[in-house]
């Protein structure tokens, strides 16, 4: 597989979400961890035109190292979200979108996102075909990060699941590489909106009961 700079990757993975609908509107956002160093989009610009020097670097203790040329840009709000994923987890790479899949499960649900009995499930970490999912959801806060306490709490309490739901707002993904990390936001996105469907023909997405037509 190509080696390519973690900036670039930032920008390019911007470029794609932006396509699939998660960070329209300037929303979202991405990092990538990179040994020591995490590379992240910064916040409140069109993610779909970030260029790799656009891109801030970050140390662990999260602090700037290198910030873009561009005096306008700041760093993603998401900064102390992400860095629940890097300490408690030490993900790779973590995602944000507001995806309308993920807003209308946090609608569809009350304290947790829940399906079974569906293929994808296994592209989740330690998931199979018997296991079922279940994604905690946060209430959401006037200012995203007043968020990070109240995720950091969900973590602990689910540590077998790499997401956060956030009541009419989005989730946050991550993974051990930028590869997993995207994978499993593709299929937790994909679960989300599997499971409205679901509710639209009348059927639980929890229940494994055979179709009785
Ligand atoms: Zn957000």
Known sequence: ????????????????????????????????????????????????????EDVFVLDRDGEVVERPADPTLRVSECLPL?????????????????????????LLSTDAFRVRHLEMVKGLRAKGWHDRVAVPIIENTAHECDLTDRMAEAMRAQPDVDAVLVRRHGVYVWGPTWQKAKT??????????????????????????????
């Not at 670039?8 to 020591?36: K, N, P």
Request: with cysteine; proline share 5%; charged share 20%.
């Open 82 to 106: 992400f860095y629940n994923a890097y300490r408690m987890r030490d993900a790779g790479a973590v995602l944000h979108s507001h995806s309308r899949h993920a807003v209308l499960a946090t």
């Open 1 to 52: 597989m190509r080696t390519v700079d973690p900036r670039t990757l930032v920008a390019e993975l911007c470029r794609q979400f932006y396509h699939l609908g998660w960070c329209t509107g300037t929303g979202g956002g991405m990092s990538i961890r990179e040994g020591d160093r995490i590379y992240m989009a910064p916040s409140g610009v069109q993610k779909e035109r970030i260029q790799p």
């Open 184 to 213: 499993q936001a593709e299929v937790y996105d994909w679960l989300f909106a599997m499971a409205a469907d679901m509710r639209r023909c009348g059927l639980d997405p929890e229940s494994t009961a055979e179709p009785n037509g």
